[in-house]
T-cell receptor, first 110, second 117 residues
């Protein structure tokens, strides 16, 4: 089983749509969880941290279920600029080792 | 915003040659990382470095790879004898505190694209 697994997509949605991405992780000792965004041939950039209580940043909402080892990202009112690959990221081993999922590709169309 | 800088942005090398990729982390950061991303594949952790020694390394980071902080500002990744499968984007990253945790962010450089021919 992959350490971090994501639906590769692509997700093709119209502007204004709500879209949800899922991610599962296999290592129960995983300590911290994040969503990163990566534009084509660019470096990953932190989108948001994921907390057990769930957290929101504008149009983005992240959820974590430790019991199910599951992380989600919800994007509301999609914009064209949201088109990117969304990476689920898990931190283990006291923080020194970071595992990236393969990413979910999102295309938002006018 | 402070940034991690990497050089070169693109390097083409012949198989078997040594390559050194250079990085200047953000100045007050203490933790440094190298990742790689083969075209079309996921970002893969290679190594983390703190206090002038390797803190963690992945299975990918074998004896062909080494890292060094030769002075107070640079952080380098050396690949001793490149193979075709080393062709990838190599990202350097740094953070103020260890790894990813609440309030701590790993900042990535723009990457060095290595092509082995």
């Amino acid at each position: 089983r992959k350490e971090v697994e994501q639906d590769p997509g692509p997700f093709n949605v119209p502007e204004g749509a709500t879209v949800a991405f899922n991610c599962t992780y296999s290592n129960s000792a995983s300590q911290s969880f994040f969503w990163y965004r990566q534009d084509c041939r660019k470096e990953p950039k932190l989108l948001m941290s994921v907390y057990s209580s769930g957290n929101e940043d504008g149009r983005f909402t992240a959820q974590l279920n430790r019991a199910s080892q599951y992380i989600s990202l919800l994007i509301r009112d999609s914009k064209l600029s949201d088109s990117a690959t969304y990476l689920c990221v898990v931190n283990i081993n006291g923080g020194f080792k970071t595992i990236f999922g393969a990413g979910t590709r999102l295309f938002v169309k006018a | 915003e402070p940034e991690v800088t990497q050089t070169p942005s693109h390097q083409v090398t012949q198989m078997g040659q040594e390559v050194i990729l250079r990085c200047v982390p953000i100045s007050n950061h203490l933790y440094f990382y190298w990742y790689r991303q083969i075209l079309g594949q996921k970002v893969e952790f290679l190594v983390s470095f703190y206090n002038n020694e390797i803190s963690e390394k992945s299975e990918i980071f074998d004896d062909q790879f080494s890292v060094e902080r030769p002075d107070g500002s640079n952080f380098t990744l050396k690949i001793r004898s490149t193979k075709l499968e080393d062709s990838a984007m190599y990202f350097c990253a740094s953070s103020e505190r260890v790894g990813l945790s609440s309030g701590n962010t790993i900042y990535f450089g723009e990457g060095s694209w290595l092509t082995v021919v």
